[in-house]
């Protein structure tokens, strides 16, 4: 099926001609054909549909490059640092038994959507679901694009030790309930034998259609043996590896002072790092990790959202960038405004950018910075490169046809300075209430505000009354139980959080 559409501006990312005006994407199925003015491309055999008009922008389809589709359920809760918002997190309501499928069907689309209604296009999800079939199935009935990473994990559920020796610190009643109760993340866990053995099962069954991703947690959530086993697996599949890595400070100075080096030179000390593998977060990464980063083509996928909201701190990608490395954009679980949107992302991406030399320290300030098609080519090409995506971001023939359309008239009230940058006039003003339509695979999932594949309010609506059946039943022990927890989470980290090192980036960043 043919498509045509049409914009007073195309945004192509196209290097040689980043903008045409009064343009039009000429698009075949999946794919686009031809990019050209409207008045070349209008009267092209065996248009069907047509998109747009005079008031549309059309932009490349974005790529939310580290996202988990379940933090919905938190909204509205209170922001903490990671150490502790992991452990609270364990403490949050779960669907019981008989919901849970449907439970995780709803939340997953209801998540979904609001990245359409920002411009994403392609996402991927790390997950941890006990079954991933109605997660996926989600999806596949919106109609977006998914790089599907479920997720292995088995250690250090409350600390960034071994369970026993955190237990250990616990007075014996209260440890003898949290032992009963399986509190924590081990409720989460996923060793390596179960969890290839459900790869495999979910890339025979959905392989066609999606992406498989192989996702350790991070290095201090997975054994060596596990990590070493990511590696065997990845080069015999063919697959894209996504972990965390280098998230918090305290991760960090735990990795120096017990092990003498980061998480990251243990990657490349056991021979993980290699092209192929994309890191979520990348905020507290050393000159020595850049380098090895760089040299072993990770990419890193940049949250800058949840890197505030959850104290982790401003990951100094402009200067990751001049180094060479390829930046990615995620919304992780934790938008900006519990909203998912894309949008928000990638404006905090650049403006945070902009803090003076007192945090990055430049041979040269006016370097630094990111300009708005730098955004851009992060929130789209660098996206599509985490997952080796090839042909996907740009508006150009033999691209994948993602697009959104913008209104721009109602992007540009009360109006636009006639000297504007295209590029930067959608990353300051474009909201989602802007957005008519969205594409993705050539296929359209938004149209005139409305999303088509799904009924959003019947959607929304279960969602709200399964949410009042599984609050009304809270297990109000289990979060008795986190709270008294928390203060030997603290005991825990004290020795951590004091080093002053931290908080203190290698001179060259
Ligand atoms: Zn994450």
């Keep these: 099926m043919r498509k045509l559409i049409r914009g007073a501006k195309v945004l192509t990312q196209d290097p040689k001609q980043p903008v045409i005006i009064d343009g039009a994407i000429l698009v075949e199925n999946d794919r686009i054909v031809e990019v050209d003015t409207y008045e070349a491309l209008r009267k092209s055999p065996g248009i ?58 709803l939340v997953t689309l209801v998540s ?45 559920g409350y600390v960034y030790e071994a369970d026993e020796k955190f237990l250990a610190t616990l007075p014996n009643e209260l440890r003898q309930r949290v032992v009963g109760q399986g509190l924590g993340l081990t409720g989460v866990y996923r060793p390596a034998g179960p969890y290839f053995e459900t790869w495999t099962e979910l890339k025979s069954e959905f392989g066609n259609r999606i992406q498989l991703a192989i996702a350790p947690d991070g290095p201090e959530w997975c054994s060596e043996t596990e990590l070493r086993q990511t590696t065997q697996r990845s080069e015999k599949e063919g697959a894209c590896v996504h972990l965390h890595n280098s998230e918090s400070p305290l991760e960090r100075e735990w990795a120096l002072q017990t092990r003498n080096q980061t998480m990251t030179e243990y990657l490349a000390e056991i021979g993980f790092l290699r092209p192929g593998i994309s890191c979520g977060h990348g905020v507290w990464y050393g000159e020595n990790d850049v380098e090895l980063l760089v040299a072993h083509e990770v990419v890193t996928v940049h949250c800058p959202a949840s890197n505030l909201r959850l104290g982790n701190g401003i990951a100094p990608v402009a200067a990751y960038l001049e180094a ?99 590029y930067s006039a959608v990353l300051q003003k474009a909201e989602p209430d802007h957005i008519d339509a969205v594409i993705s695979r050539g296929r359209v999932l938004l149209d005139k505000g409305r999303i088509v594949t799904v009924d959003e309010e019947i959607i929304t609506r279960k969602l709200q009354m399964l949410f009042e059946h599984i609050w009304k039943n809270g297990d109000e022990q289990r979060k008795t139980l986190i709270r008294e927890l928390e203060p030997f989470l603290f005991q825990f980290f004290k020795p951590w959080q004091e080093e002053p090192t931290c908080f203190v980036l290698p001179a060259r960043w």
Aim: proline content about 7%; some cysteine.
């Design 324 to 422: 060479g490395m390829t930046i990615a954009l995620g919304t992780d679980g934790e938008g900006l405004t519990d909203r998912s949107n894309f949008l928000d992302e990638m404006r905090l991406a650049a403006y945070l950018q902009r803090i003076p030399s007192a945090i990055f320290p430049s041979r040269n300030p006016w370097t630094r910075g990111l300009t708005a098609q730098t955004v851009f080519e992060m929130a789209t090409v660098n996206g599509a490169k985490s997952f080796r995506k090839e042909k996907l971001g740009r508006l150009q023939p033999g691209y994948r046809a993602d697009m959104v359309l913008v209104n721009a008239k109602r992007m540009s009230m009360p109006y636009l300075w006639p000297g504007h940058a295209p």
């Design 48 to 105: 069907e549909q047509e998109l747009g008009d005079g008031d549309t922008w059309v932009i490349p389809g974005f790529v939310n490059a580290h996202y988990h589709h379940d933090r919905v359920f938190s909204m509205g809760g209170v922001d903490c640092p990671l150490e502790l918002w992991l452990l609270r997190a364990s403490g949050l309501d779960s669907p019981p038994p008989d919901v849970e499928d449907e439970f995780n069907y």
């Design 112 to 156: 979904a959507i609001q990245l359409v209604r920002s411009g994403v296009t392609l996402t991927m999800d790390m997950a941890w679901p006990n079954n991933h079939r109605p997660v996926i199935q989600a999806y596949l009935d919106l109609g977006l694009d998914l790089v599907y990473a479920p997720t292995l994990r088995s250690q250090n």
